[in-house]
């Protein structure tokens, strides 16, 4: 598993909270969006199938979880 610098962390789940129509219910699709714009540089379109970094998507989730954020 890939280790991310906790200040990469902090700055992505501070974007996935400012996305549009955050979530916490909907918390891993948000989580989903930010490793995919970190990255692909963008957000993902609607039908978009592109690989994302899954141990980034997973510490993201378990950042959020583990503080309530």
Known sequence: MADYSKSLIDSLCL????YPRFSLRELEKFCWMAAHEHKHGVLPSEYDIREIDEDLYLQLLRKFKS???
Request: proline share 0%; glycine share 0%; aromatic share 0%.
């Open 67 to 69: 503080n309530n954020l």
């Open 15 to 18: 974007k996935i909270k400012d």
